[in-house]
């Protein structure tokens, strides 16, 4: 301080020079702090995730309020703790998110998050009309935000697969298919919040620990892999041009591969694993001809209440849920295809019913250990006891309580938004 003032005395412009220099070192500080800040909370976002999927909800809590206390300007804080807990948020926590949307500069896919994380508050103060309202809004920024892979995924989903799904061209290489008759993989397959990673959770928390990987889409990306380098995507696509032709060898060594990675195979006859990609219902002839000894669980619920579960569950990874009648649309092939299938395969396939899961627990889910060929263990209805349990899904609050009863009057409020979908489905009102 004593020579800074003494340098002052001397010129005006040392001062200058000296002031300059003290701003520096100061906006050196207030970046390294920035950025340190920035660090800390990156760190604590990963632990709070990370202790969400163990089922260490308080924990994860903490966390992600600590990380509003440090900066409350981080939208997807906000998402992940309404993940766990839908009533913590306050309303100075809406405040701030609505005043987070006024921002200039904050995004499409942003924006998208912020009326989501608004009709939170407006479902738990029973304002239905502006929940939707909400909703709408925010999937109608989904949708702006959409990248090039999304909107080839959403033409992948929506166009390709409901018109080629029974059309697909292959070769059966016998010596392949026999490579694989050790295995007896379970693919639980359907629509999402329908009860399928409780079927998985019980089913991997038998005395056998069936081992699970989830989620995977190997099978859907693989062959969306093969079909792009056949140019599946090119600028002048043409679907009365498409051929759905399959590699199946180089198919079915990619899909061992992946499945190797997960470290979910062993080498032992009728080795049993679970797969829980729920969009492998479109490939179920093609998955039978590559795993002979392959069966398929069939999640499903009334289709209305599965609609606006969908609907109300930000599923921004699935390019098929960015309106409800994208969502109507989806569930409408689905029941077409399903039912194709169950036809074709009866012996193959096992519908489970989530209300009657819920209603009979022990009776159902014996059942469906007894389709699988996998030794009934009573104690895997315990499995939200299990601490080594993590599985990465929507349904993580869920997944860590004991099974409770249907509710059937949860989704009586938004009949009115299923009513304007009459005409177009006319299936929605079997169930509203």
Known sequence: MFVFGKKIKLDNGKIAILFGNFS????????????????????????????????????????????????????SVYLNIINIDEGIL?????????EILNYPWINDSQKAMGKFLLSINEKKNKRFINEISLLEKSYSFLNKSKSKTEYQSDLFFKTILPKFYSKKKYNVDTD????????????????????????????????????????????????????????????????????????????????????????????????????????????????????????????????????????????????????YRDILNYINNYSNIIEFYKKKFPKKIFDLDLEKLT???????????????????????????????LLKTASVKQIRERIYDYDKDKFAPYKNLAINFYKEFPWLKKYV
Request: glycine share 2%; proline share 2%.
């Open 24 to 75: 520096f070192f100061v906006i050196i500080f207030f970046i390294n702090y920035t950025m340190s800040k920035s660090n800390l909370i990156a760190s604590l976002l990963q632990s709070g995730i990370s202790a969400a999927q163990k089922g260490e909800f308080k924990k994860a809590k903490e966390i992600f309020l600590k990380i509003i206390d440090l900066n409350d300007n981080i939208l």
């Open 90 to 98: 306050k309303e100075k926590n809406y405040k701030k998110i609505q």
């Open 176 to 323: 392949t298919v026999k490579k694989n008759l050790y295995m007896s993989p379970v693919f639980i397959i359907g629509l999402p919040r329908s009860g399928s990673t409780l079927i998985e959770s019980i089913l991997s928390s038998s005395h056998e620990r069936i081992p699970t990987c989830g989620e995977s889409n190997i099978l859907n990306s693989t062959i969306v892999q093969q079909l792009q380098n056949n140019n599946l995507f090119d600028h002048n696509f043409e679907i009365s041009n498409f051929n759905f032709k399959i590699d199946f060898n180089l198919l079915s060594k990619s899909i061992i591969k992946k499945f190797e990675d997960l470290f979910v195979l062993k080498k032992k006859v009728n080795f049993i694993f679970i797969d829980k990609s729920l969009e492998n219902f479109f490939y179920i002839d093609l998955i039978l001809d590559l795993f002979p000894n392959a069966k398929f669980i069939h999640c499903k619920r009334n289709l209305f209440h599965t609609s606006i579960a969908i609907y109300q569950k930000f599923l921004t990874h699935l390019g098929w849920v960015y309106s």
């Open 359 to 389: 209603l009979q627990k022990e009776e159902k889910a014996k059942e469906v250990f007894d389709f699988c060929n996998i030794k009934w263990d009573i104690k895997s209805l315990e499995f939200y006891k299990r601490k080594d349990l």
